[in-house]
């Protein structure tokens, strides 16, 4: 079976640097995606690792060791809009995602 | 990025009637479209996968005959909740794949059911 273990909450100071941690157990793994979910809304697409290392887009970045079934990601100059659910999702064989239960960001001024 | 739209985005409906949720990919085609259920502060949980011209398949415990799933073309999916109970009260969204691509799924608006 599958497996996705996220933080159910996480808070932290606007402008910091906030990291949100994802451990996985999984069999025939391709890699693994980060959506970002405001309340009520539809997740969107943050980031997608399949080789081990880190990958940075603006002020997002995401990382993958597949031998240690970790990821994480990096959230920099935090901004109150920030303040969402991060959703970690392991690509498996099919293609199809399976979701973590998300991870609570919340933003304090 | 590719759009994904759902509707409707909230729906009313007595126990016992169906309603049908229409998820289309509007700038791209896409051979696989997923169902999820959503509870608050919950997970996205896959209720099963359409492909294009074939049947769905259905995530273990989730019942096929109520959850009728329709893919008939290659930009519309379509979930049918039959003989609704108070208890499917839930947030249900689709994605889609966008064929040109494996790794990125987009999403459509998510539906808010509510069985009174």
């Known amino acids: 079976g599958q497996s996705l273990e996220q933080p159910s909450e996480v808070t932290a100071v606007e402008g910091a640097i906030v990291q949100i941690n994802c451990t996985y157990q999984t069999s025939g793994f391709y890699g693994l995606s980060w959506y970002q979910q405001h309340d009520g809304g539809a997740p969107t697409f943050l980031s997608y690792n399949a080789l081990d290392g880190l990958e940075e887009k603006g002020r997002f970045s995401s990382f993958l060791s597949r031998s240690k079934g970790y990821s994480y990601l990096l959230l920099k100059e935090l901004q109150m809009k920030d303040s969402a659910s991060y959703l970690c999702a392991v690509i498996t064989g099919s293609y199809i995602p399976t979701f973590g239960r998300g991870t609570s960001l919340i933003v304090h001024p | 990025g590719a759009v994904v739209s759902q509707h409707p985005s909230r729906v009313i409906c007595k126990s016992g009637t169906s309603v049908k949720i229409e998820c289309r990919s509007l700038?791209?085609?896409?051979?696989?479209m997923f169902w999820y259920r959503q509870f608050p502060k919950q997970s996205l949980m896959l209720m099963a996968t359409s492909n294009e011209g074939s049947k769905a398949t259905y995530e273990q415990g989730v019942e096929k005959d109520k959850f009728l799933i329709n893919h008939a073309s290659l930009t519309l999916s379509t979930l049918t909740v039959t003989s609704a109970h108070p208890e499917d009260s839930s947030f249900y969204i689709c994605?889609?794949?966008?064929?040109?691509?494996?790794?990125?799924?987009?999403f459509g608006q998510g539906t808010r059911l509510t069985v009174v």
């Open positions: 700038d791209f085609q896409a051979t696989t």
């Open positions: 994605s889609a794949r966008d064929i040109r691509s494996d790794t990125e799924a987009f």
